[in-house]
């Protein structure tokens, strides 16, 4: 692992592992506390929604009870129930009937629809507001029934212009000429709505209302808890709070004979405890940055000047001569190590130089060798030629002979140094290929083309010679040729071709690697190997020395110069 994943390991492990720690301890902590919290205040809402709606079904048991025949009101029902030959009389005794029902709803403002019902005609008398087109008690959710009187709800009213939802109860009237005439009672106008509608928790919680038998008559969440289902079913037991259908529940038993559930989806149940949690991971990713934040500064202080180190070792392997870079991490300890890397730095560079030097006085020396170390076979059997010639022919071929080779001679061995032309390049090949043309009775043909702007550029000595001799003594035959082209481009290009024998990629790679001297061998002793040697004297990497051949067909050599003035 590299430092500078250390150091990040390092600082978010030592900031971490403490925040973890103290977050899973807080956790579990708080998410007890908030349980706690929310059961507490869903509880508290459900005990008040019990408790209003007990009192507001106790406010109907006691007006149903004065509006009963035991009450006053009862009595007049009664006498208005009578038959009676007077109409008069009948008419004042209804209209103190509706007085007197008048002052007990108008006194009473938790009361809202109040009416008579006649069960075998299915009639209303003495209704205080204009009620629905039927009326139809059976049809109601039944809450319970006790000493003669049914509570319904919560349902819709059946007050004509009220569509809010309603407890109701219906008392029988013991009257002593019929038994079929209730009372119905309605709570008063938006009482019942805002009973249920009352809890902390801005519409999250809803309300179930359950009858004696455990079947639920009013269901705010009917997609998940259907009216006339049995909550027991649900609920799979008699605990007073639970999760069934995604929804927590909580239950509270009325001593009226039902039971109030406020239930709360498990989203919202959870809403509060998801806001702290994500508070906390808030926290986290502040201690995250800040942790960064420290890294980087350490990364900055330390792992940037060893950055810095790094990149000046990699520039002195890439180039030893390169000078040290005069960066600074305004750090004293490191800027004093680069300071001294520096100094070491100039001084491998200086050594560099001087073994550069040296090597190059060592191959120019070599050179130099190469260049007077002449076959003195060459030398004997041209003699020898001279001598047999002229025996046996005249003196003017003798004559071209000698001068050809005292030419070619005195290039090879004259006091010109090692720099020359082109053109004297050129004319030094032709010398000698006069001599072996002469010295070897094969005819051979030879084709020098040169560009006039070639002729004066400095060039080594003896680059031709080497290379058209290896395709003379590498299996040209009667009918061959040597094709010799120099040209000018943005580099100096020759091209020798020739139609031999060819020669393998080995024979190529000994030819020019071959540092032995070959004694043995015919021709001016120098072979390709220092043409090699020497474009890399005075080149270096940037002159390029190509052959291709191919057996039977011929041989191919490219050799490109790059132009140089006087000092090459």
Known sequence: MTLKKRIFLLFFLSA????????????????????????????????????????????LNHVTQQLSYSGTLGKKLDEVLKPSSNIFELIEARDELKNELNVVTFTNPNIGLTLYYFQKEG???????????????????????????????????????????????????????????????????????????YNQYKG???????????????????EAMKVGENFSSISKGTAKDGISRDYHWFKEDSSQNWSVISVISQAKYQQEKNQWLLQILLVALFFLGFTVFLAWLLWKMVYKPLGLFHSEINGMSQNPQKAGSQTRTQIPEFDFLLGEFSNMQHQIGDLFKEVQQKEKIRADLEVEKLLYQINPHFLMNTLDTVHWLAVMNGQGEIDKLVQSLNKLLYYNLGKLGQVSTMEEEIDALRQYLILQQIRYDFEFDVRISADDQVLQIPVPRFILQPLVENSLYHGLSDEGFIQIEVTLAKT?????????????????????????????????????????????????????????????????????????????
């Open 123 to 197: 009639t209303t008398q003495f209704a205080n507001f204009p009620i629905k087109d039927r009326f139809s008690p059976e049809s109601l959710p039944v809450l319970s029934k006790s000493y003669g009187i049914a509570y319904y709800g919560p349902h819709m009213s059946m007050n004509r212009f009220d569509d809010q939802l309603v407890l109701s109860a219906m008392r029988k009237v013991q009257l002593p000429q019929r038994d079929d005439v209730y009372i119905y009672v309605e709570s008063g106008f938006r009482l019942t709505q805002d009973i249920l509608g």
């Open 204 to 222: 999250a919680l809803s309300h179930l209302i359950l009858n004696g038998e455990g079947n639920i008559v009013y269901s705010e969440i009917p």
């Open 492 to 568: 100096l290009n020759i091209l020798i071709q020739d139609n031999g024998a060819g020669m393998t990629e080995e024979a190529i790679q000994r030819l020019l690697n071959n540092r032995i001297a070959e004694h043995k061998k015919v021709g001016m002793g120098i072979g390709l190997n220092y043409v090699h040697r020497m474009l890399r004297a005075q080149y270096g990497d940037q002159a390029q020395l190509v052959i291709e051949s191919e057996l039977g067909t011929g041989t191919s050599i490219l050799l490109i110069l790059p132009i140089k003035g006087e000092d090459v």
């Open 16 to 59: 971490f592992i403490p925040f973890i720690s103290i977050f899973a301890i807080s956790y579990y902590t708080i998410d007890s506390i908030f349980a706690n919290k929310i059961n507490d205040g869903i509880r508290s809402n459900l005990q008040q929604v019990t408790s209003s709606l007990e009192n507001s079904i106790t406010n």
